[in-house]
């Protein structure tokens, strides 16, 4: 599968999707004008991914922030991973979140509730 | 040769200011030359034709006529502005009338050349200019003032290092001192004299030694050269030999060859074979050379068509853009005025002074217009008041803001009319909203559809019970009492499709204390990047900023909020809207149950907007309001109606504020008219002295303003 590097911009985020070398991160600030524009490809490519998954996937979200649409972008993402979880193989939500960005924490927490996912959450000065 | 040639004229030019190419030339044919330039404008031969002359003529020692070209050389190169002419020239004059025994004009021709000289800080020319002058006082016996410029330049030449000149001064100085007695300094000046002429002797002599050793080693050089040559000679010399015998050979050979005359006809044809071919390959070098030719002559069509293409298209682009100016400014004023029903829709910031008096709201969009609204209504007893923050910003979020506006208002309205506002709650109103949003836009499970919603905090706030009612999506609610912080967390859910969006929204209850202070804002001023760091605000920081100046009024607390943001943020951009509102509870001026249904006030005001605004904030009193548009309409009416009151605006068209008043002072002195000034020293005077009872700054303090109408009716 081709692997996927989207460099960031000033409103998205960086996105790395490489199946060779289980390296599947999302990072930076996501607050693109149109959020679907931006997440439908990142979509399209795990829905791809999904159909012959890596025994266990491990995903690194990175956000320093994100606007509302993101939000919700980001929760689609999870979505699909969680998708590949119920298909039997294991996947894995590492959450890096500045350690005094109480929100962002909260934020991963809600996600971790909202999919169900295996997440870790690590913490940055 | 030529190019040397030209170069040392330019020097020469460069030098003397003159063209020496009449050198060559004599006396004849220049005076010729001269008689044809006089009168001509060419000044700059004309000049170089009397310095020829000049020179000639001192060479003749014909001093007087070269002193006369040399006077008219500088005449004329003083119109011409040639300084060096000029400066070089004063020299020869001065050497000629040295030769002429004219010491006097000697002097004064040397001296115009040393100013000249110093001007232009020729060192060298200088140390001359001072020993000829000093020459030509030692000829007119004035030793001092020879001695004099004698030492000048003795000293100038030792700075130089200019041992001759150096020399030839300590002569003239031994010179000048024997004649004046003074035996000392002469024989001084002698020795000088003596050591240097030895000195210069000495390196003259190192000088030819050196230049003797370059003419040997070049001797030595030329020699083995030549020794070399020689033996190439030799060996010419044999060749030649070998020649001969080769010739002698040859001239056998031929003698053979006469016989084999076929063969040189053969050859000849060969030859001619050979001829044929170079022909054909210069033909057919030529035919390529104009096949190129033609192929260059295509390509430049084809290239001038393309630029003419891309010209075309240039300006077709151009032409676009233009155009998307056009549709820019376009959409810029069309966003403005949508601006315009923005704030048109969202309810007026000032109203909210009216419930609670100690407030404010701080409302930044992003763009022109804003994703973020605030949003307030005052049912009864009941005090709704809720911040949102739309999806997206600009006119995206604007769009849902409407949305989010218009159906607050339908909710709220529905419930008043319907049932009663008493059974609406925090959490009720959200999940009627929710629903509102995801059935009017559509909205389905659909992966990579727009959940396009918002994220609201709103409380409900009784004023008779004193409670807050609390419901939130994602966005929470700041209370601070006593210096504690209560945050009320809002659902971890948006107004709009979502997982949970069949999960009901919760409400939290809060029993209010008088002082308590409540804030709702969305999350454009805690997810603001700025700081040493570039880092967000965070919610963090907002508390504590918040707990920093919660006691004091809440207008100085919106001043210090946004500095703080707009210190935060520094240089980087805004990167949401940003809203914070604030307010005190148990400060609110309950009602003061003023009713003035019984009296009418006349409104002087051409703005309509400015009117709107006072009967907004003067209906709770019940006041029965005549709206007048300027003040001539206001003289009129008060003649023949009665009014408790008379509210005056200053700059109306037909008749100002302060002639209406004094009108109508002067008819009917009881009335009380109540001014609305700009705060300013003047117009507070201008007000008093026509005859207004009382005046209030704009813009209107709404509780000064309510009571200074108390004090008036």
Same mark, same amino acid.
């Given at each position: ?125 | ?314 300006k077709e682009i151009e032409k676009q853009r233009d155009l998307a100016d056009k549709q ?23 109203i909210i002074h009216e419930h609670f008096n100690d407030s404010f709201i701080s409302y ?234 019984? *009296?009418?006030? =006349? %409104?002087?005001? $051409?703005?309509? #907007? ?5 009967? @907004?904030?003067? !209906? /709770?009193? &019940? ?18 109606? *009665?009014?408790? =009151? %008379?509210?005056? $605006?200053?700059? #109306? ?5 302060? @002639?209406?008043? !004094? /009108?109508? &002072? ?41 009571? &200074? ?5």
């Amino acid at each position: 599968m081709e692997a996927v590097f989207i460099g960031a911009q000033d409103d998205t985020p960086e996105v790395i999707l490489n199946k060779e070398e289980n390296k599947f991160e999302l990072s930076g600030k996501s607050l693109p004008e149109n959020v679907t524009d931006f997440y439908n490809p990142v979509y399209k490519w795990l829905e791809e991914y999904k159909k012959d998954p890596l025994e266990e996937t491990i995903f690194h979200l990175n956000i320093e922030y994100f606007n509302s649409a993101s939000h919700k972008a980001i929760n689609e993402l999870l979505d699909i991973l969680a998708g590949i979880e119920k298909a039997g193989k294991k996947v894995k939500v590492v959450w890096h979140f500045l350690r005094e960005d109480d929100d962002m924490l909260e934020t991963g927490h809600d996600y971790k509730n909202l999919t169900g996912l295996d997440f870790d959450f690590i913490g940055y000065d | 040769m030529r190019i040397g040639y030209f170069k040392t004229l330019v020097l020469f030019i460069l030098v003397f200011g003159s063209i020496n190419i009449y050198a060559q030339t004599g006396i004849q044919a220049l005076e010729q030359k001269l008689e044809k330039l006089t009168g001509t404008n060419q000044k700059i031969d004309l000049a170089n034709v009397h310095t020829q002359l000049g020179n000639l003529y001192w060479q003749k020692s014909e001093f007087d006529k070269a002193a006369l070209h040399f006077t008219k050389a500088i005449e004329i190169n003083s119109e011409l502005n040639n300084s060096n002419a000029i400066r070089i020239i004063n020299g020869y004059l001065g050497l000629i009338y040295l030769e002429a025994e004219n010491y006097n004009k000697a002097i004064e021709y040397f001296n115009n050349s040393l100013s000249l000289n110093k001007v232009k800080n020729k060192k060298q020319e200088i140390i001359s200019d001072y020993y000829n002058i000093a020459s030509a006082y030692q000829y007119l016996n004035n030793f001092e003032e020879s001695n004099k410029n004698a030492k000048e330049a003795l000293s100038l030449a030792l700075e130089l290092d200019k041992l001759e000149m150096a020399k030839s001064c300590h002569l003239l100085l031994a010179e000048n001192y024997e004649k004046l007695g003074d035996s000392k300094k002469s024989s001084e000046h002698f020795t000088n004299y003596s050591t240097i002429t030895k000195h210069i002797q000495s390196l003259q002599m190192q000088q030819l030694k050196t230049e003797k050793q370059q003419i040997e080693q070049r001797i030595s050089k030329k020699t083995k050269e030549l020794n070399k040559a020689l033996d190439t000679l030799d060996e010419v010399v044999q060749q030649n030999i070998e020649i001969e015998k080769q010739k002698e050979a040859i001239e056998e050979l031929s003698k053979a060859q006469q016989k084999e005359f076929e063969m040189h006809d053969k050859l000849r044809k060969t030859q001619l074979f050979y001829a044929g071919l170079v022909l054909i390959l210069l033909a057919a070098l030529l035919f390529l050379f104009l096949i190129q030719n033609q192929a260059k002559k295509k390509a430049n069509k084809k290239l001038q068509e393309q630029n003419n293409e891309i010209e075309e298209q240039k300006k077709e682009i151009e032409k676009q853009r233009d155009l998307a100016d056009k549709q820019h400014e376009k959409l810029t004023a069309s966003i403005q005025y949508a601006r315009k029903i923005q704030s048109a829709v969202i309810p007026n910031a000032a109203i909210i002074h009216e419930h609670f008096n100690d407030s404010f709201i701080s409302y930044h969009p992003r763009d022109i217009v804003s994703g973020d609204f605030y949003w307030f209504v005052q049912k009864e007893n009941l005090f709704i008041l809720a911040a949102a923050d739309c999806t997206g910003h600009g006119v995206p979020g604007a769009f849902m803001s409407m949305l989010g506006v218009a159906y607050l208002n339908e909710i709220i309205n529905k419930a008043a009319v319907n049932v009663h506002i008493s059974t609406l709650n925090a959490d009720n109103i959200l999940n009627q909203l929710r629903d509102k949003v995801i059935s009017s836009l559509h909205q389905t499970e659909k992966k990579g559809e727009p959940k396009d919603g918002m994220d609201i905090a709103l409380c409900i706030i009784d004023t008779e019970q004193k409670t807050l009612e609390f419901a939130g999506a994602y966005n929470p609610a700041l209370i601070i009492r006593k210096n504690e912080i209560i945050e009320l967390k809002g659902d971890k859910m948006p107004v709009s499709f979502h997982k949970r969006k069949d999960i009901p929204f919760s409400k939290q209850s809060l029993k209010l204390e008088a002082g308590d202070c409540i804030y709702l804002f969305s999350d454009g001023f805690i997810d603001q990047f700025g700081g040493p760091y570039k880092r967000k605000f965070l919610i963090k920081n907002f508390k504590e900023l918040l707990l920093n100046i919660y006691q004091r009024p809440m207008q100085e607390q919106k001043t210090m909020i946004e500095q703080e943001f707009s210190s935060w943020k520094g240089n980087l951009p805004q990167v949401d809207d940003v809203l914070v509102m604030g307010i005190r509870f148990g400060k609110l001026d309950k009602k003061q149950e003023i009713n003035w249904s019984d *009296k009418t006030i =006349l %409104i002087a005001e $051409d703005t309509d #907007m400015n009117y709107f605004l006072l009967v @907004e904030v003067l !209906k /709770k009193t &019940k006041v029965k309001t005549i709206w007048v548009k300027n003040g001539q309409e206001a003289v009129d009416y008060v003649a023949q109606n *009665k009014v408790d =009151l %008379i509210l005056m $605006d200053i700059n #109306m068209p037909v008749m100002n504020g302060f @002639e209406a008043t !004094k /009108k109508i &002072k002067t008819s009917d002195p009881n009335i009380p008219i109540l001014m609305q000034t700009a705060i300013n020293h003047d117009a507070f005077e201008q007000a008093k002295e026509s005859g207004a009872d009382d005046f209030i700054p704009k813009p209107i303090d709404f509780k000064t303003f309510i009571e &200074k109408i108390t004090k008036l009716i």
